[in-house]
């Protein structure tokens, strides 16, 4: 029994030491090839080889301030998808970039015209006023809605009487009051308010959308006098009938007909904004005096001593203004 043991004993030891060479041997040879090797790049599907996108790109030059014609434009597949690229032509097609773009640049929104210029119409200008509580109808106008400006004009002390209030510009749109815009985009004092807590600011400006021919009319009075927003049903479309009054003469007189050359017809649009208004025509509503506007009697004095210009009428109120070495006297 015992010499048994012994032989197992001696066979273990045995194979202990042949497994034990057997393992020094494999790990002196060189690891095996792994059968399974990378696909090639070549062999990927082609999604995952170069992954593109759709981008309109400009097909020639576009210089700043000009329109977008959609032929000027094509959508090619890049690599890259730069924040704010169109997709599509037609979304990008109409639009105004604002610097100029190279033949192959990508067409983003950032370097096109934004903001409240595209909400104003051909002919149209947009045009900021004072605003307060009161001449916004209690802070309660809106971007978007409809207002009529109404305009007060006040005389001296002596002559109340002759003040006067009167609607100045009909049916106007709203594009900004205060903060607010029709825009959308926010504003940087409403985050502010925001952040510290505040009650939303008082209005502080109201932009309208108006007529280039009726700036000058608004711009004086504004300077001149108060002006008082109504707030008006956007569906009610009355306005004033032009044809009741006439129309205020100009502070640029148009230059003289040549004989043979035919009638000019009257000033309308950025012909009649750059002939301008003066205070006095839209106080006095274009009053002659002798035949000619009110401004145009102007005459240089001469030691000190002024006598009434001709013609005026005694009745009403008469108001001599002095501009240097010159006068004018005006009757309303």
Same mark, same amino acid.
């Given at each position: ?14 194979? +202990?030491? +042949? ?66 690229? =169109? ?18 640049? @990508? ?16 002919? &149209? ?10 001449? /916004? ?6 971007? /978007?809605? =409809? ?29 900004? =009051? ?22 939303? &600011? ?31 049903? @956007?569906?009610?479309?009355? &306005?004033?009938?032009?044809?009741? =009054? ?14 043979? &050359?035919?009638?000019? +017809? ?31 009697? +102007? ?24 501009? /240097? ?8």
């Amino acid at each position: 029994m015992i010499n048994l043991t012994k032989i197992v004993a001696a066979i273990l030891v045995l194979l +202990a030491i +042949a497994l034990g060479g057997y393992a020094w041997m494999l790990g002196r040879q060189a690891p095996p090839r792994t059968a399974v090797t990378t696909a090639p790049a070549s062999n990927q599907p082609q999604s995952q080889q170069a992954l593109t996108h759709p981008v309109v790109v400009a097909a020639k030059p576009l210089p700043a301030g000009q329109t977008i014609p959609a032929d000027a434009l094509r959508v090619e597949r890049l690599t890259v998808n730069p924040t704010g690229a =169109f997709q599509d032509v037609a979304t990008a097609a109409g639009r105004v970039p604002v610097l100029d773009l190279s033949e192959g640049s @990508p067409v983003m929104e950032n370097q096109l015209v934004s903001g409240l210029a595209l909400r104003v119409g051909e002919g &149209e200008r947009a045009v900021a006023i004072k605003a307060d509580e009161i001449m /916004g109808v209690g802070n309660k106008i809106q971007p /978007g809605d =409809f207002v009529d400006v109404f305009i007060t004009l006040k005389s001296d002390g002596k002559d109340v009487d002759r003040s006067q209030a009167r609607l100045l510009l009909s049916r106007k749109r709203v594009l900004a =009051f205060g903060s607010a815009s029709v825009d959308g985009l926010p504003s940087n004092t409403a985050d502010k308010q925001q952040q510290q807590g505040q009650r939303s &600011e008082t209005a502080r400006t109201a932009v309208l959308a108006i007529t280039v021919d009726d700036v000058n009319r608004l711009t004086i009075g504004d300077a001149t006098g108060r002006l008082i927003l109504a707030l008006r049903n @956007p569906n009610d479309m009355a &306005e004033p009938d032009s044809k009741l =009054f006439a129309d205020l003469p100009s502070a640029l007189q148009p230059a003289s007909i040549r004989p043979g &050359e035919p009638r000019r +017809a009257p000033l309308e649009g950025l012909d009649r904004a750059q002939a301008g208004l003066t205070t006095v025509d839209l106080v006095t509503g274009g009053k002659t005096i002798a035949g000619r506007p009110a401004l145009t009697e +102007a005459r240089a004095t001469s030691g000190g001593t002024r006598t009434p210009q001709p013609g005026i009428a005694r009745g009403g109120l008469q108001v001599e203004v002095i501009r /240097g070495d010159r006068s004018e006297t005006m009757s309303y």
